[in-house]
C-alpha cells in the first residue's frame, strides 16, 4: 500500500477523536500530500472537522518524536534506538518487579490509547501474565458511573435502551455531542452529529438538555434547563418523583421488571417540584414540563456526558438516568428489531429481559487508599474489564508499603493536566522509579519520563473500528489500512506492551488465544483474535475499501426467559444514604459560598482534543489557551474585561486565567476546559496567554472520592473570580 510513485487515493478513517469520520488521503512517494472527507461513505456524509484535518501537519510536525529519548541524570536527553530503549526499560522492569512484586508496575492508558484498537487487549494480557493488577486507563476519571457502576448496581436490559434514530424525545444532561463528537446510543450519535440532529427535528424528535450552559446541543433543545452546577441528582430525583406522582410511568413494564420501586419512592418524597427549582434554581413549570414531554415519549432515552459525571453524587446522578428509563420502559421489547447489534462481537440472543445487579464487578481488588474504592468493572466493546480507579492512582504511588506503584507506563495519556489533583499527580510522576511515555510529542507528562518512547500516529498504522461498533446506529464497520510506512524509529502503543512481554519473558493471549512471542505478530493477526466469531468476518470487513453498512441478519429481540429473567433493582444498597447526602449538600457545600461565589465546571473546546492540538498551526489560530467563560455581567460586576487576566481560587490552589465573556453561560458559573496548562512548579504561570491553565490544581483528588471509582469532583467546584492585571 505504501510506497507509491503516483498519487494514489486511500480511503481511511479519523482517529484525531474517537468519531472514526471517514477520509480520503493521496499519497505519493509514501508522502501524505492531501486530506478530503470521503463523500462516498453512507454514515456520515462526508463530515470531518477541523481538528482532522490537521492530521497531515501532526504527521510531519517539526517537535514530533521520531526516535526514542532517555532521560540523563542531568536531566538531559539522549536519542537512542527504540530497541535500545525496550531493553533497557525491560531491564529496570524486571529488577522492580523483582524488589517489590508485580503489583508495582502499573500502566495508565489514556484517551488516545482506545483509538488504537489493539491496545486494550495486548496491555491487559500483559498484566495478566505480569500478575499486575494496576492496570489504569481514562475510563475511571471519564464516566465510570456511566459504563459499569450503573449497570452493576440496577442491572440493564439485555434488549438494550432505545437509541436515537427511535426515540421522539432525548433528555441530555451535560453531554454536547455537537463539540465532543461523544454520546451512547440514546443521544446525538457521534457520527456526524449535526446531520443526525437535523433528521431527528424532523421527524419531530423532542430533546430536553441539562446544561448550566447554553451549550451547542442546549441552544437547540425543545427545553433547556439550565441547571445551577453539580445540582443533577436533586433535578433527576424531581422529575422521577413527578413521573411516578403523576402516574405517568409505564405500570406494566415496571410490575414485570423491576424492583424496589416502592422504596424509592417513599426516600424520594422530598423532591417536589418547589423544592427541587429551589435547589437548581430552575422555574418550577420548566422543571414539570420536561417531566411530562419525557414521560410522554413514548420513545426515547436519558443519557448523561461527562458534566454531571464531573460534578458530585456521579453513582447517584447514573443510577437516577437509568431509573427514569426503567421506569418508562424506554427499552427494546419483544419483536422489535435493534438497530445495530454490534458487527465485531459473536451473534447471541437478544432477550427482552432484565440482566440482574452485579455485585462482583465492584468488590475486586482493593485500592490501598480505601476499601470502598478499587477495581471497576467497565463495559467495552471487548466485553466487562477490571480496572484499577485512575482517581486515586497518585496515591498507589505515593503511599509506601506493599503494592506501592513504582512503575508506571503512560500510553496516549497527560496525566500530569488530566489527574484530578495536579500537585499530587506531579509529586507522584516524580516519585517514580520509571516513568516511560509513549507519545508523538513532548507532552507535560513526557517532560517528566524517564524514557520517551515516539509513537505511529494513525494514518500508519492499520485499525478497525472496535471502540465504536456498537454505538454507531447501523450495523457499520471500517478497517483502516496503513496509509503512509512511518519513517521513524516509532512503534505503536500495542507493540510497546508485545515487546515489554518478550523481553520480560512472558507469554501474552488475546482471546483466549496465545500471541507468537518470538516474532512481533501482524496487527491484522491480533485485531482476528480479539474478533473471533464476529458477526461479520474481519476478513470481510478487510476487502471493503472504506467504512460499510453491513446487510447482517436482523436481530429481532426474542422474548424473555424464565429462567434467567432478573429485575432491575432501583434501591441498591447505599442509594437512601445518597439521596441524603444530596439533599443536605444542595443546602451547603456545592452550593457557592462565603468567598467562592463562582462554581467552576468542565467544557470541551472544539479545536483540541484534551492536550492534543494547540500545538497545530491551524488549531493554534483558533486560541492557544483555555479561556474562563464568565457571564459578561458577571464581568462587569467584578470589572474585568474580556483578555484580562484573572485569578481562579479555590480552596485548594490558584492558577490564572485568560477571562472572556460568554452570555451562554448561567451567570455565578466559570466554564473552563481542563488538560491544559504547565506543572504546578511555578515556571509556567506567566505563559497562560500561550498554553492555559490547569483546572486540576484546583482540586484536591480525596476531598470527596466517589464509592468505588474514587471520581474526584471536577466539576461544580466552588471558586473565585480575582482581577489580577490589565491585558
Ligand atoms: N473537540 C473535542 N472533542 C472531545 C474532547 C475534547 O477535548 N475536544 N474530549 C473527548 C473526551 S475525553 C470526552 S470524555 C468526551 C466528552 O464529551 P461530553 O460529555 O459531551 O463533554 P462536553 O463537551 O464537555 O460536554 C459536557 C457538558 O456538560 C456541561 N456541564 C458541566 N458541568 C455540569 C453539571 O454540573 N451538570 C450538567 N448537567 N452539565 C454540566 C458542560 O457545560 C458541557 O456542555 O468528549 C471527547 N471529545
Ligand atoms: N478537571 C477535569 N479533568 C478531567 C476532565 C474534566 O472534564 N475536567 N476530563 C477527564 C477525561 S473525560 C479524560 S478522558 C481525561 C483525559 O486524560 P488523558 O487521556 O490522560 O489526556 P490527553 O490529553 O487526552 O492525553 C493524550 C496524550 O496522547 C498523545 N497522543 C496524541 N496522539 C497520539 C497517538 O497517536 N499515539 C500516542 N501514543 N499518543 C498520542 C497526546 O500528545 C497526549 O499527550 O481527562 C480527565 N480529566
Ligand atoms: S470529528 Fe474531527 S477529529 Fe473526530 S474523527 Fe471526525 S474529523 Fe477526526
Ligand atoms: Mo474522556
Not at 465510570?144 to 440496577?154: E, F, H, L, S, Y
Not at 466493546?381 to 503494592?403: Q, R, S, V
Not at 449538600?585 to 470541551?604: N, P, V
Not at 474585568?640 to 487576566?645: H, M, P, Q, S, T
Request: hydrophobic content about 35%; overall charge negative.
Amino acid at each position: 500500500m505504501a510506497d507509491v510513485k503516483e498519487e494514489k487515493i486511500i480511503k481511511t478513517y479519523c482517529r484525531f477523536c474517537h468519531a472514526t469520520c471517514p477520509m480520503e488521503i493521496s499519497v505519493k512517494d509514501n508522502k501524505v500530500t492531501g486530506l478530503r472527507p470521503d463523500t462516498d461513505n453512507e454514515v456520515f456524509g462526508g463530515y470531518t472537522c477541523l481538528k482532522g484535518r490537521q492530521m497531515p501537519e501532526q504527521l510531519y510536525h517539526p517537535s514530533r518524536i521520531q526516535a526514542s529519548l532517555r532521560k540523563n541524570d542531568d536531566g538531559s536527553r539522549t536519542e537512542i534506538s527504540t530497541s535500545q530503549a525496550l531493553d533497557e526499560i525491560a531491564e529496570k522492569l524486571a529488577e522492580i518487579r523483582e524488589k517489590y512484586g508485580p503489583r508495582s508496575i502499573g500502566s495508565y492508558n489514556g484517551t488516545v490509547s482506545f483509538q488504537n484498537s489493539a491496545t486494550h487487549p495486548v496491555a491487559k494480557a500483559w498484566h495478566t501474565a505480569l500478575e499486575s493488577p494496576s492496570y489504569y486507563t481514562s475510563i475511571t476519571i471519564d464516566q465510570p458511573a456511566k459504563v459499569g457502576i450503573g449497570q452493576a448496581r440496577m442491572g440493564f436490559w439485555l434488549g438494550g435502551n432505545h437509541t436515537w434514530r427511535d426515540s421522539d424525545v432525548a433528555l441530555i444532561i451535560g453531554n454536547n455531542t455537537l463539540v465532543s463528537h461523544f454520546s451512547i446510543p440514546g443521544g446525538i450519535p457521534s457520527f456526524s452529529p449535526s446531520n443526525a440532529l437535523r433528521e431527528g427535528k424532523k421527524r419531530g424528535l423532542k430533546i430536553i438538555s441539562v446544561d448550566p450552559r447554553r451549550s451547542e446541543v442546549a441552544a437547540r433543545s425543545d427545553i433547556h434547563l439550565q441547571i445551577k452546577p453539580g445540582q443533577d441528582a436533586v433535578l433527576l430525583a424531581g422529575l422521577v418523583h413527578i413521573i411516578l406522582n403523576e402516574n405517568l410511568h409505564d405500570e406494566e413494564f415496571c410490575a414485570e421488571n423491576i424492583e424496589n420501586l416502592d422504596a424509592l419512592k417513599h426516600s424520594i418524597r422530598k423532591f417536589t417540584p418547589d423544592y427541587v427549582a429551589e435547589r437548581t434554581d430552575l422555574a418550577e413549570e420548566d422543571i414539570l414540563a420536561a417531566a411530562r414531554m419525557f414521560a410522554a415519549g413514548p420513545r426515547g432515552s436519558a443519557t448523561t456526558g461527562t458534566g454531571p459525571e464531573m460534578g458530585p453524587y456521579p453513582n447517584l446522578v447514573q443510577h437516577l438516568t437509568q431509573t427514569l428509563n426503567a421506569i418508562c420502559g424506554r427499552h427494546y421489547r419483544a419483536g422489535e428489531k435493534l438497530p445495530n447489534p454490534g458487527v465485531l462481537s459473536p451473534p447471541m440472543p437478544r432477550l427482552a429481559q432484565a440482566v440482574p445487579p452485579q455485585p462482583e464487578w465492584l468488590t475486586g481488588i482493593r485500592s490501598r487508599v480505601s476499601d470502598d474504592i478499587g477495581e471497576v468493572t467497565v463495559l467495552t466493546a471487548n466485553g466487562p474489564l477490571k480496572e484499577m480507579p485512575t482517581a486515586i492512582c497518585a496515591d498507589e504511588i505515593l503511599m509506601e508499603g506493599e503494592g506501592q506503584i513504582k512503575a508506571l507506563i503512560c500510553v496516549g495519556g497527560n496525566p500530569l493536566l488530566a489527574w484530578p489533583g495536579q500537585e499530587k499527580a506531579f509529586k507522584a510522576l516524580k516519585n517514580l522509579e520509571l516513568l516511560v511515555c509513549i507519545d508523538y510529542k513532548m507532552s507535560a507528562t513526557a517532560e517528566l519520563a524517564d524514557y520517551v518512547i515516539g509513537s505511529k500516529l494513525c494514518l500508519e498504522r492499520d485499525d478497525l473500528t472496535v471502540l465504536t461498533d456498537i454505538w454507531y446506529e447501523q450495523p457499520y464497520s471500517h478497517y483502516a489500512k496503513t496509509v503512509v510506512e512511518a519513517e521513524g524509529d516509532v512503534i505503536e502503543e500495542w507493540a510497546l506492551f508485545w515487546e515489554l512481554g518478550k523481553r520480560l519473558g512472558l507469554q501474552l493471549e488475546v482471546g483466549g488465544q496465545p500471541l507468537d512471542m518470538e516474532k512481533l505478530p501482524s496487527k491484522y493477526s491480533i485485531l482476528e483474535k480479539m474478533t473471533a466469531g464476529s458477526r461479520v468476518p474481519l476478513k470481510e470487513i478487510y476487502e471493503k475499501d472504506g467504512g460499510h453498512v453491513f446487510d447482517v441478519p436482523e436481530v429481532v429481540i426474542l422474548p424473555p426467559d424464565p429462567a434467567s429473567k432478573g429485575m432491575l433493582d432501583l434501591f441498591p444498597e447505599g442509594l437512601e444514604e445518597e439521596l441524603e447526602n444530596a439533599a443536605r449538600d444542595a443546602d451547603s457545600s456545592f452550593a457557592a459560598k462565603g468567598e467562592y461565589q463562582f462554581l467552576l465546571i468542565s467544557r470541551r473546546m472544539k479545536n483540541t482534543f484534551n492536550s492534543t492540538g494547540p500545538e497545530l498551526s491551524f488549531l493554534a489560530k483558533k486560541g492557544t489557551t483555555n479561556p474562563a467563560y464568565i457571564h459578561p455581567d458577571d464581568l462587569d460586576a467584578l470589572d474585568i474585561k474580556d483578555g484580562e487576566i484573572v485569578a481562579i481560587k479555590s480552596e485548594r490552589g490558584e492558577i490564572p486565567a485568560v477571562a472572556q465573556g460568554s452570555p451562554d453561560i448561567k451567570r455565578g458559573v466559570v466554564s473552563m476546559a481542563h488538560c491544559w496548562g504547565p506543572a504546578p512548579d511555578g515556571c509556567g504561570d506567566d505563559k497562560v496567554r500561550e498554553i492555559g491553565a490547569n483546572t486540576n490544581r484546583l482540586i484536591n483528588n480525596l476531598d470527596k472520592p466517589e464509592k468505588y471509582s474514587g471520581m474526584a469532583q471536577q466539576s461544580a467546584v466552588a471558586v473565585q473570580v480575582r482581577k489580577l492585571t490589565s491585558a
